[in-house]
């Protein structure tokens, strides 16, 4: 069954042209009918950062969307939920919160959690979503599209782990701390999520292996959505270089058979692949996906030090915040080092989760073998 995702060229964050972008997205691939229903807009606040930095989802983007669901006749609510930052400080800080008031809708708090169930889950029965999920007849993921250390690329579905509240997503690490577990967790939660339509913020995107919270602003110049999560995600990784079947999470979702059977039922419309294709996007490559799986133990401990980064900390660069201390799911980091600024202890012990590296605001953490 063809499942469609719309390309439109936008290259500045000029309101009107994004506007008009979107309009023209949601006539080529309109999403559900909203009239009526309250929709939940989930825009990406890794953690609170200048727009220009494309850590988080351009604040224009989110209140032309805002502006487009309430001229459809529905109430929007939008929040997010940052790992380490208040949501509504977050949204404030990064110019969001105006952006949703200022075209019809409003900020809810992601602080409180009810239990969401799972049915056919891999591995999870169940989810805490941040309580206005209940609230909501439609789901929208808002997300940008970054490289990403620990899953290689992160857009509209693993943008919906900001329905976890705060420092549970540390927890979620803890309890999924294999790659291919954890990428089985975000598909199940997809599933739970049920979100029916996505758009993703690719004018200026994040490359490089600092992704997704210190890597390198790349212009792309372009917007997409579609009504089909996997599909964009799909399409989107494709242009800017990834081979999808390759990014664990996505090959996941596609072995499900919920959304897609197969790559080739995807259909673009709008502007030309070619048009929007970027061939200098730096991808983050995963260079032994399953070689601990394949290895003896003795020889399995060994890869794992060749092969998997580890967080290495900048003492020059930490100015003793926290927030790694306060994220990392083993509780193995302290502000103990030299001046006090933060030191992994244990080497051994870390999950190489990288929520340490994401969340931090200082680019102190660089991830390196050995």
């Not at 913020?201 to 919270?213: E, N």
Request: glycine share 6%.
């Amino acid at each position: 069954m063809t499942t469609t995702v719309a390309l439109q060229k936008c290259s500045e964050y000029n309101f009107d042209d994004v506007y008009k972008s979107i309009q023209s997205l949601m006539s080529l691939v309109p999403p559900p009918d909203v009239k009526g229903k309250t929709v939940l807009l989930k825009p990406n606040i890794l953690y609170p950062k200048k727009p220009e930095l494309a850590v988080c989802t351009h604040p224009v983007v989110v209140g032309a969307c805002v502006k487009c669901f309430v001229e459809m006749g529905a109430t929007v609510i939008v929040g997010e939920s940052p790992a380490i930052a208040n949501s509504l400080s977050a949204a404030k800080s990064t110019g969001m919160y105006e952006q949703v008031v200022n075209n019809g809708g409003e900020w809810v708090e992601f602080n409180k959690h009810i239990v969401v169930p799972c049915e056919n889950g891999k591995v999870a029965v169940q989810f805490n979503f941040a309580e206005p999920f209940a609230r909501a007849d439609v789901v929208v993921s808002l997300s940008k599209l970054k490289s990403h250390q620990l899953m290689t690329y992160t857009g509209a579905m693993k943008n919906l782990f900001g329905l976890v509240v705060g420092l549970e997503k540390a927890q979620c690490h803890y309890r999924f701390d294999d790659k291919k577990d954890f990428a089985a967790f975000l598909i199940d939660l997809n599933i739970s999520a049920k979100a029916s339509y996505a758009i993703m913020d690719a004018i200026v995107g994040m490359d490089g292996p600092g992704g997704p919270g210190s890597g390198d602003p790349i212009k792309l110049g372009f917007l997409a959505a579609s009504d089909n999560l996997l599909a964009l995600d799909w399409e989107c990784a494709s242009l800017v270089g990834y081979n999808p079947h390759k990014i664990v999470y996505l090959e996941d979702a596609l072995d499900r058979g919920i959304w897609l059977k197969s790559p080739h039922d995807i259909k673009t419309v709008g502007v030309l692949e070619s048009e929007v294709r970027n061939t200098n996007f730096k991808i983050v490559k995963d260079p032994s996906p399953n070689l601990q799986r394949m290895l003896p133990p003795f020889l399995s401990f060994l890869a794992k030090k060749v092969f998997v980064k580890t967080p290495h900390f900048i003492p020059e660069k930490c100015m003793k915040c926290g927030r790694c201390v306060q994220i990392c799911p083993v509780h193995k980091i302290e502000l103990k080092g030299k001046n006090g600024t933060a030191t992994l202890e244990e080497k051994d012990a870390c999950l190489h989760c990288f929520c340490c590296h994401e969340i931090c605001p200082y680019s102190a953490i660089k991830l390196k073998r050995f």
